[in-house]
């Protein structure tokens, strides 16, 4: 098995995963109508986006494990997906500054990976990459109304920003995975990736008028290592609600 | 409307096959971005369209419904108006 496009893809289809049952939670409790479509409209995007991503692991992997094998009966530990978008929802601040900062990363990693010289992960990215437009948009237009809004509201996403900034640090950090697959030309450095990262959101910052934290404020050790599997307590409470059918019911389908 | 509401707005889309934008509902947003965005959402889930409008429902001078007999029945016996003693050439779409 090639253990380091393996471990490489299983981080891509986990964050996709976990962020799409986050933004889940919001159906059926969005602040309007309108904003509640939306959500799970991406949540969505994001769910099959992962779906794409497990196949390949799969395959990949060849252990005969398929893609809900790989959501549903595996524990924290061995999930592979970012800190960043296991936390909890919060309010819908909080959950459009995770998603807004997420977003923008997805899409500057998509655009490399469209590249990518392993033609699997260039397509499944080409096919993302225009969802995940939308979404970076769509978060960033949100972020800019509600910071830019009320002083209630600019408070909160201002507090929220503070909060969610510590996990955006691990979003670029390099290991021997990333290591491996760059030099491979099947991925970039993640570290590459940042300045773009950092240029855009200082800008949509600015417009919100909030105020962007040091990004030495996102480097700290203790909020990085959900790559490893290292997880905060948050993504247990996730994956009990989730596998809960197919740990309770093995098999259940249909 | 109470001020902490967002604004209605109309909602048009033109589809795929169709020439002109068609009024397919409407929605609440802040703004016309999101408005757009919005109406992108609900709207167009299924792949309906090609282009969308979206105007402040406010901004929509509408005939009022106790106004339909004099604006529209006159025109009701003058079917000299309608081109339909003409055959249509076959070559012609979208008539």
Redesign the interface.
Known sequence: MDRFLFEYVLRLADSGLILSQRLAQWCGHGP???ED??LT?VSLDLLGQARMWYALAGAVEGAGRDEDALAFLRDAAQFRNYLLVEQDNGHYGDTMVRQFFFDTWHYLLLERLGGSGQKDIAAIAEKSLKEVA?HA??SG??VV?LGDGTDESHAKMQAAVDAIWRYTGELFVDDEVTADMASRRWAPMHDELRPAWLDHVARVLAQATLAAPDSIQADHPAHRGGIVGRHTEALGYLLAEMQYLQRAYPGASW | MRHDEWPLWEVFIRSQHGLAHKHVGSLHACDAEMAMNNARDVYTRRNEGVSIWVVRSADIAASSPGDKGPLFEPARSKTYRHPTFFPMPEDVKHM
């Open positions: 309007a109508l309108e479509l939306a409209n939308y948009r769509r237009d949100i109304r």
